[in-house]
C-alpha cells in the first residue's frame, strides 16, 4: 500500500479542525517500526493518535504519517491480587475498567468519558474529579515501554528513572511511543459512590464549597450556568462523592458485575439514548442553553438541592457518555473547549473576568465544568494549586475567527495570574500565551529531550506546531 492509498480527513474530538494525513493502523510492533520507517524514509513527520478524544489538534497534523494506535489493545497481564496491569496503547479506559471492576479495582483516574486509549491519556496526562485527592494518571503508573524515533525502545520506569518518567508524561507524544504501560489500580468494595448534590447561588459560593469539600470527598465537580450575570454570576450545582467502606453497601457484590454498570439504554426510560441528540440540536442555540441551563439549575438548587444518593461508578464517572454522539448537536460547526488553571487566590477574580468576557463578546460557554487541583512534578503540567474552568464553544459558521479571538481574551487574565491550560482540551489557545505559562527553565529542558530522543523531529502534531515548535 502507499502513502497515497493511505490519505484520510483526520480530525480532532470537536469537529472544528482537521486535516489530510496517511494514516497506518498497527496490530503489533512491527506495524509501528514500519510506519516510523516509512515516515523517515519518506522526510514526513509522525503524529500518534489513539481514539481521538482530544478536542483539538492533539492528534493529528496536516500531512503527517498518522499513527493511530487505536488497535494495539491487548490486556498483556492482569494481576487481581494486587490491582497492577499492563495494557498496550490502544486499550481504551472502558476496557480497563471492565476488566477490573469484577476483581475490586476501578482506574484511579478517569476522564469524563470511558473512550480514551491509556496511550493517549498517558500523553496528556488526563486528571479526574479527583485530582486534589488522586493527581493525574502517570502518578499511577508503575513503567512503560517508549518507543523512539530512531527505532530504539527502552523501558522507563517512575522509581528507577524519575526525572525522564516525568518529562515523557504528558509531553503530547513528542518524545516516543508509549508502547506497554504498566498501571496501578485503587481498590473498592462496591460498584457504587455515595453522591451528595448541592447548589451554590454565585461564583464565590462554588469557589467555597469546592475547597471545602476537597479534604472531605473523593470526587469534587462543578457545573455553572454561564448565562447567569449579575448577582447571580458563577451560580451552579456541584456533585461530591465518596467510595464506600467495606461492608458499607449492601448491593457491594452485585454492583461490582461489569454489567451492572452499564449506562441505561433509554433515557427516562423510553427514549432510546442515539435518539437523543437529534431531539437536543434544535436547541443549540442561544436562547436554547439559556434556557437549558436556567431549567438546570432550577431543579438543582430546589427540589434537587442537598440531596445524598447511591451511584455505580460508571454512572458518576461517564457523563458525557450517557447521550450516544452528543457533539453532533455542534455540527456543522463543531466546538472547542477551553480550559483554565488558575491558583486559588486567583480563581475567583480571573473566572469572573472570564465569564464576563463570554457575555461581552456575545458567546457564553453552553457547557461550564470547574474542578479542584493540586501541583504534580511532571514537566509539563497543567496543575496549580487551585481551580480550573472549562469552558465549550459552539464553533458557528462565519464567527470562527471572532472565537479564536475571545480565546485569546479568555486566556490573557490566566497567564497575568500564573495560571496554565490544558493543551488535551485546546484547538485554539496562540503559542506564546501558552509559553508564557511555563517555569523557569522549562522550555529549555523540553528542548534538550527533544534533540537527544528526536533530534530530526520525526514526531510532531499540529498541536505541538502550535504551542511549542511556533516560531
Given at each position: ?8 480527513w483526520?480530525?480532532?474530538w ?10 497506518f ?25 489513539g ?9 493529528f497534523?496536516?500531512e ?13 497481564t492482569?494481576?487481581?491480587e ?9 486499550v ?19 476522564t469524563?468519558?470511558?473512550?480514551p486509549?491509556?496511550?493517549?491519556m ?15 494518571l ?22 528507577a ?19 506497554r504501560?504498566r498501571?496501578?489500580m485503587k481498590?473498592?468494595h ?18 467555597s ?14 457545573w ?9 454570576l ?19 457484590t452485585?454492583?461490582?458485575d461489569?454489567a ?13 439514548k442515539?435518539l437523543?441528540?437529534h431531539?437536543l440540536k434544535?436547541l ?13 439549575y432550577?431543579?438543582g ?9 447511591r ?9 458525557l457518555d ?6 453532533n ?14 491558583p ?7 473566572f469572573?473576568?472570564q ?5 461581552e ?21 497543567h496543575a ?7 469552558l ?10 471572532k ?5 485569546r ?13 490544558y493543551?488535551a ?17 522549562q ?29
Open positions: 500500500m502507499t502513502l497515497k492509498d493511505r490519505l484520510e483526520v480530525e480532532g470537536g469537529m472544528a479542525v482537521g486535516g489530510a494525513g496517511y494514516v493502523r498497527p496490530t503489533d510492533a512491527g506495524g509501528v517500526a514500519e510506519a516510523i520507517e516509512t515516515a523517515r524514509d519518506s522526510g514526513i513527520p509522525i503524529t500518534l493518535r481514539a481521538g478524544c482530544s478536542y483539538g489538534d492533539a492528534a497534523r496536516p503527517s504519517v498518522v499513527l493511530d494506535l487505536s488497535n494495539l489493545n491487548r490486556v498483556l492482569w494481576e487481581p494486587s490491582g497492577t496491569v499492563d495494557v498496550e496503547p490502544g481504551s479506559l472502558a476496557s480497563l475498567w471492565r476488566l477490573a471492576i469484577g476483581d475490586g479495582w476501578w482506574p484511579p483516574v478517569v469524563g468519558t470511558m473512550e486509549t491509556i496511550g493517549g498517558l500523553a496528556m496526562n488526563v486528571h479526574g474529579k479527583n485530582n486534589w485527592t488522586r493527581g493525574t502517570g502518578e499511577h503508573c508503575i513503567e512503560f515501554d517508549l518507543a523512539m524515533a530512531n527505532g530504539e525502545s527502552r523501558t522507563i520506569s517512575q522509581e528513572d524519575a526525572e525522564l518518567f516525568n518529562d515523557v508524561i504528558g509531553s503530547f507524544g513528542q518524545f516516543g511511543i508509549i508502547t504501560a498501571l496501578q481498590k473498592v462496591t460498584g457504587r459512590v455515595e453522591v451528595r448534590a448541592v447548589s451554590a447561588p454565585d461564583l464565590e459560593a462554588m469557589l464549597l469546592t475547597d471545602d469539600a476537597k479534604d472531605k470527598w473523593e470526587y469534587v465537580v462543578g455553572i450556568d454561564s448565562f447567569a450575570r449579575g448577582r447571580n458563577g451560580r451552579g450545582l456541584l456533585h461530591f462523592a465518596r467510595h464506600f467502606e467495606e461492608g458499607e453497601d449492601p448491593e457491594a452485585s454492583s461490582l461489569a451492572a454498570q452499564d449506562l441505561p439504554a433509554n433515557l427516562f426510560g423510553i427514549m432510546p442515539g437523543m441528540w431531539f434544535p443549540t442555540n442561544r436562547p436554547g442553553m439559556r434556557c437549558i441551563n436556567f431549567a438546570k432550577l431543579v438548587s430546589t427540589i434537587g438541592d442537598e440531596k445524598t444518593y451511584q455505580p461508578l460508571a454512572g458518576f464517572s461517564f457523563l450517557y447521550v450516544p454522539n452528543w457533539k448537536i455542534y455540527l456543522p460547526g463543531g466546538l472547542i473547549q477551553h480550559q483554565s488553571f488558575v486559588a487566590a486567583s480563581a475567583e477574580r480571573v469572573r473576568q465569564l464576563e468576557i463570554c457575555h463578546h456575545g458567546m457564553p460557554s453552553f457547557l461550564a465544568v470547574l474542578k479542584r487541583h493540586r501541583p504534580d512534578g511532571f514537566l509539563m503540567s496549580v494549586d487551585g481551580f480550573s474552568l472549562a465549550d464553544f459552539p464553533v458557528i459558521l462565519g464567527k470562527r475567527q472565537l479564536w479571538e475571545m480565546v481574551a479568555l486566556a490573557e487574565p490566566v497567564v497575568a495570574a500564573g495560571g496554565r491550560f493543551p482540551k485546546d484547538a485554539a489557545l496562540p503559542g506564546h500565551l501558552y509559553r508564557s505559562t511555563f517555569r523557569e527553565g522550555l529549555g529542558r523540553f528542548a534538550g529531550i527533544k534533540a537527544k530522543l528526536d533530534p530530526d523531529r520525526v514526531l510532531r502534531s499540529g498541536l505541538a506546531d502550535r504551542l511549542i515548535y511556533e516560531d
